[in-house]
């Protein structure tokens, strides 16, 4: 089954953009990612993809591979895929930002059958301060029970400490890859001390053959009930311009089993990196 994304149903969307509010900056990574659902319905999967991705976009299919390479190998498919973005977060510097929600992928236009999943991208502007998608994972479920409730989520304010030296980017995310680190880490021990100390309330849980999980207690609560412990191994990370989000991923075993992993990190008051969302995805057997 593949996964999603977006054209210029605005050609704009694709093109340089003019400074914008707070408010606004959220609402337009949101129309990035409705346009590129858009894009899909016109030209299909693979030329979606292909539209929107760089040399080093990744896709999760089941592990981290080049975007272009994947797709550049697949056949066109007549299979539609519609996504619909319920929670979604931006960068102060309006170059970084990702959006999550359930997809519907049906292997036609005229097909009864219908797949259901959560989908997760990662955006992130180019040179030319173009969108393209940074990362795209998702995981299969059944046909949802439960509605999200939107959550899209604007920078409180637009100011930040420009940085562009490569040492003190390189710095600023390690110390994000650190933080991946002590959290691997305190799991090996403890699940639940590591999910107390590093979610937040609002945190959410995308998980193979589960609905989104929305919340720490209830998060927990699954780890918990289901007698599950990850062990996880950090790889990769990458942060925004302004520095207060960024994203890591890895591998991970649980119960034997392996997986892929992708935390998206937020700072907190007091330079605390939380995770506001994990995804696994089951790597290849």
């Known amino acids: 089954m593949k996964l999603f994304f977006t054209l210029a149903f605005s050609m704009c969307m694709w093109m340089p953009a003019f400074a914008q509010t707070a408010t606004e900056q959220v609402s337009k990574l949101i129309e990035v990612q409705r346009g590129f659902n858009k894009l899909i319905q016109e030209k ?12 080093s976009s990744i896709v999760f299919r089941p592990g981290p591979v080049s975007s272009k390479a994947y797709y550049k190998q697949q056949p066109d498919s007549e299979g539609t895929l519609e996504l619909s973005p319920k929670y979604a977060r931006i960068a102060k510097s309006n170059d970084w930002g990702f959006t999550s ?8 236009a005229d097909s009864e059958a219908e797949f259901y999943g959560t989908y997760v991208t990662i955006w992130k502007k180019n040179r030319r301060n173009a969108w393209r998608m940074a990362m795209d994972a998702g995981i299969p479920h ?10 899209f989520i604007s920078p409180v304010s637009t100011k930040y400490l420009h940085q562009r030296s490569e ?13 991946d680190i002590l959290m691997s880490t305190i799991m090996k021990a403890d699940n639940r001390v590591a999910q107390n100390e590093f979610l937040t309330d609002d945190s959410w849980l995308i998980f193979p053959d589960n609905e989104p999980i929305v919340g720490k207690k209830e998060i927990m609560a699954f780890w918990k009930n289901n007698s599950l412990k990850a062990i996880t191994k950090p790889e990769k990370v990458d942060r925004s311009l302004s520095g207060e989000i960024a994203y890591t991923y890895g591998t991970a075993s649980i119960l034997a089993k392996q ?9 907190q008051p007091g330079y605390k990196w939380s995770v506001i969302l ?8």
């Not at 693979?46 to 760089?54: E, G, I």
């Not at 059944?142 to 959550?151: D, F």
């Not at 040492?167 to 933080?179: A, H, N, P, Y």
């Not at 997986?259 to 700072?267: K, P, Q």
Request: no cysteine; charged share 30%.
């Open 167 to 179: 040492s003190r980017l390189k710095q600023r995310e390690d110390i994000v890859m650190s933080s």
């Open 44 to 55: 299909g999967i693979k030329k979606a993809y292909l539209y929107v991705t760089d040399e």
């Open 142 to 151: 059944k046909k949802p029970v439960r509605q999200l409730k939107e959550s």
């Open 278 to 285: 994990e995804l696994f995805t089951v790597a290849e057997q």
């Open 259 to 267: 997986y892929n992993y992708v935390r998206i990190w937020e700072v």
């Open 101 to 108: 929600g359930p997809y519907v992928f049906k292997p036609s």
